[in-house]
């Protein structure tokens, strides 16, 4: 049974008003598999609200890539939505 994946290329011009000025902090995955963020700063806050808007057409986070030009996200169709 085949499942759906796609990926997003979010470019990092994306996240460069957020980070101005901001210290780093941790994106944190449980081994229960729920991820958050500790403290709420812009840059994970953009990053989550980007999350959030896929997941409500039907996907999930499978694997985040930071890079020095973006952030690259693969996802898949979740199992709630049916397939």
């Known amino acids: 049974m085949a499942r759906g994946y796609t990926y997003e290329f979010y470019p990092l011009e994306l996240f460069k008003e957020a980070i ?6 941790v ?4 081994s229960n598999g729920k991820c958050r963020v500790e403290d709420k700063y812009p840059e994970f806050g953009k990053l989550l609200s980007l999350f959030e808007e896929k997941c409500q ?5 499978v694997q985040v890539l930071f890079q020095d030009r973006g952030v ?3 996802y898949k169709k979740s199992e709630l939505q049916g397939e």
């Open 27 to 30: 994106f944190v995955c449980l």
């Open 72 to 74: 690259l996200v693969l």
């Open 57 to 61: 057409k039907g996907f999930e986070v």
């Open 20 to 25: 101005a000025g901001e210290r780093r902090h």
